[in-house]
């Protein structure tokens, strides 16, 4: 079945950097853009970044674009979200999760907790 494990998680200081790596299995990972959620506490999750399927194309979205980089490599189902220059607003569960439609939806990974305090 599709699963995501996701990890790379951990608590930085302000202005640290993290890179976070998941694990995509259960489905044919290079038909779909795959994309980086958050979700902090009493927030809804966000799309924060997607990665096109082939075409080497990416997206990042306000407020982390420009601090945020996300990567894929079809050849190991994997994608990773580079972060850099983190704040404390930065802090979440992140999890990736192919883009789909809803008919065509997948269970949600565990997620990987990411914390920026000093």
């Known amino acids: 079945q599709v699963q995501f494990v996701e990890s790379g998680g951990g608590t930085v200081p302000p202005g640290g950097s993290l890179t976070l790596s998941c694990v995509a299995t259960?489905?044919?990972?290079?038909?779909?853009?795959m994309g980086w959620y958050r979700q902090a506490p009493g927030h809804e999750r966000e799309l924060v970044a997607f990665a096109t399927p082939t075409s080497g194309a990416t997206q990042v979205f306000e407020p982390v674009r420009g601090r945020f980089t996300i990567s894929r490599d079809n050849s190991k189902n994997m994608v990773w979200l580079q972060m850099n220059d983190l704040k404390p607003e930065d802090t979440g569960v992140y999890y990736c999760?192919?883009?789909?439609?809803?008919?065509?939806?997948?269970?949600w990974g565990r997620g990987t907790q990411v914390t920026v305090s000093s």
């Open positions: 259960g489905f044919s990972f290079s038909k779909y853009s």
């Open positions: 999760q192919r883009i789909s439609s809803p008919q065509d939806s997948a269970p």
